[in-house]
């Protein structure tokens, strides 16, 4: 037989040579089978999505009108107290920091909106489609399977009927096999068929609904957070108010640096005692074989500070001396 028209080797080769080589349920693995129990999983995956946004949404629109309440507040600190002699500079400044908060407020708002309108609602809607489109392709893939089965039960039973004559017509007892055949070829596609077009459903609407309209989220989202750093730049209103006010991050930045040079201390410190405590073992260990004067006279270990480098090191100046001295 040509190689060329040898049947795939994941399968064994059927009475039909063509039909050998249709799609087949045996040729997919069970990540690309999507039962209704997982069809009703990922489904709930998304509604869990969609609930998630919706809180994120009215987060979003809390955030608004707490920062709109906080400019109001700001402004009133200068013009609920008239008589406090405030400099153009003060003024000015709670002033723009107020406006700024108005525009985070405005552009939380419009966020939470598009949220909804951009986003929530539109998978929603794409998602009720693929659930009627699920619903209809499991519907006829259930009467062809049915169908199909029902014939192919109704042939086994004529292929019983010629096996129990007594003289077997070997031709029609041949085709008989070979439609039963074709009909098992038959169903195995309809599955093939419905397995791939349930696939190709779910990973169209991830690929043509929920990436586009994830990505228009976060295209907003970014237009809005980098509109609103814009006004940090410079010309953009909060130059002379940013100029007499502290870097926050840098503070923190500092005190950062800070625990990180008391770690490397620490470690130092602990090195240094250790190579320290060494020498003076070595030192002991060459005096047993000296003579000493006074045997009894004990030698006393030098105060060892392990928060300043310097006075240690002055300290072991004066150990060695008294070794030398001994």
């Known amino acids: 037989m040509n190689s060329d028209n040898a049947a795939p080797a994941s399968r064994q080769t059927s009475l039909n040579t063509f039909t050998s080589f249709s799609p087949s349920v045996l040729d997919m693995s069970s990540n690309d089978i999507i039962t209704t129990t997982d069809f009703k999983h990922i489904t709930n995956t998304y509604e869990e999505l969609f609930k998630t946004a919706t809180n994120l949404q009215a987060a979003l629109e809390a955030v608004s009108a707490a920062a709109n309440q906080f400019g109001q ?3 009133q600190c200068i013009s609920e107290c008239p008589k406090v002699n405030n400099t ?3 003024e000015d400044g709670i002033s723009n920091a107020a406006g700024l908060q108005y525009i985070m407020a405005s552009n939380h708002q419009i966020l939470g909106r598009m949220m909804h309108t951009s986003f929530i609602e539109p998978l929603q809607q794409e998602l009720i489609k693929l659930k009627v489109e699920y619903g209809q392709n ?4 259930q009467q062809e399977i049915k169908s199909k089965s029902k014939l192919l039960k109704e042939h086994e039973a004529e292929n019983l009927k010629l096996r129990k004559k007594k003289t077997r017509d070997l031709n029609k007892y041949k085709n008989n096999l ?8 038959d169903i195995d596609r309809v599955k093939y068929e419905y397995y791939h077009e349930i696939n190709a459903l779910v990973a169209g609407y991830n690929r043509e609904h929920l990436l586009t309209r994830t990505g228009g989220l976060v295209r907003a989202e970014l237009e809005i957070y980098e509109s609103i750093a814009k006004k940090g730049w410079s010309g953009g209103g909060l130059d002379q108010l940013l100029s007499v006010s502290p870097d926050l991050f840098e503070i923190n930045g500092e005190a950062g640096v800070e625990d990180i040079i008391d770690e490397a201390t620490l470690e130092l410190t602990e090195r240094d005692d250790q190579q320290e405590q060494e020498e003076v073992e070595e030192a002991q260990e060459e005096g047993k074989n000296e003579t000493v004067e006074d045997p009894d006279e004990s030698f006393s270990l030098p105060i060892v500070s392990t928060t300043n480098t310097l006075l240690r090191k002055l300290h072991k ?3 060695i001396d008294t070794i030398q001295n001994i």
């Open 317 to 319: 100046d004066n150990k």
């Open 138 to 141: 499991h519907s006829y893939y």
């Open 73 to 75: 507040a700001l402004e």
């Open 88 to 90: 153009t500079m003060v």
């Open 178 to 185: 070979l439609s039963l055949t074709n009909q098992l070829d």
